[in-house]
T-cell receptor, first 114, second 112 residues
Framework: DQQVKQNSPSLSVQEGRISILNCDYTNSMFDYFLWYKKYPAEGPTFLISISSIKDKNEDGRFTVFLNKSAKHLSLHIVPSQPGDSAVYFCAASGSGGSNYKLTFGKGTLLTVNP | GAGVSQSPSNKVTEKGKDVELRCDPISGHTALYWYRQSLGQGLEFLIYFQGNSAPDKSGLPSDRFSAERTGGSVSTLTIQRTQQEDSAVYLC??????????FGPGTRLTVL
């Protein structure tokens, strides 16, 4: 039973446009959400996070939106650049004693075309 | 500074053999994690070490899997009597307490 779902395996956008990556979760105990970016043959690198007490967090070209009632979050990249081409993983963790345990989605492959 | 390193980067083994995967975390990080990513799947939590506390082994898929962390630093993940379904990329991460996890490049394990 997948608790974190990324329903789009891939996404292709033009350079300069907005990339929107989506993520849904089912576990209402999740209260912290992260996005990781992964290039081939490398480990995932942390990109941006959001706590459930917020609905938006922005860092440069990257913004994460959280809709708790819909159990949905999205990552916006504006403007998209060819170097953003990578697999993006959504991850979530819960409160309490096991807040270190991240549950990941399957990832979305983003391709930014020049 | 140096990031998380893992060795070997690739490992091919025969079914039934034992394998050991190594992780060197970022110096000073108190927490160390192992995950695995099977083909087409997300990362799956395996085990968590935090300081001198008892590890959280709840993600280990079977008793063929075990992990140690010696001296609060280097960790070894051991898989005994490997099976083909163990083929995956095994990723190690470390963090300062339960802060942001920083991942190594992974070990790609192929069981023939």
């Amino acid at each position: 039973d997948q608790q974190v779902k990324q329903n789009s395996p891939s996404l292709s956008v033009q350079e300069g446009r907005i990339s929107i990556l989506n993520c849904d979760y089912t576990n209402s105990m999740f209260d912290y959400f992260l996005w990781y970016k992964k290039y081939p043959a490398e480990g995932p690198t942390f990109l941006i996070s959001i706590s459930s007490i917020k609905d938006k967090n922005e860092d440069g070209r990257f913004t994460v939106f959280l809709n708790k009632s819909a159990k949905h979050l999205s990552l916006h990249i504006v403007p998209s650049q060819p170097g953003d081409s990578a697999v993006y993983f959504c991850a979530a963790s819960g409160s309490g004693g096991s807040n270190y345990k991240l549950t990941f989605g399957k990832g979305t492959l983003l391709t930014v075309n020049p | 500074g140096a990031g998380v390193s893992q060795s070997p980067s690739n490992k091919v083994t025969e079914k039934g053999k034992d394998v050991e995967l190594r992780c060197d975390p970022i110096s000073g990080h108190t927490a160390l994690y192992w995950y695995r990513q099977s083909l087409g799947q997300g990362l799956e939590f395996l085990i968590y070490f935090q300081g001198n506390s008892a590890p959280d082994k709840s993600g280990l898929p079977s008793d063929r899997f075990s992990a140690e962390r010696t001296g609060g630093s280097v960790s070894t993940l051991t898989i005994q009597r490997t099976q083909q379904e163990d083929s995956a990329v095994y990723l190690c991460a470390s963090s300062l307490f339960s802060d942001t996890q920083y991942f190594g490049p992974g070990t790609r394990l192929t069981v023939l």
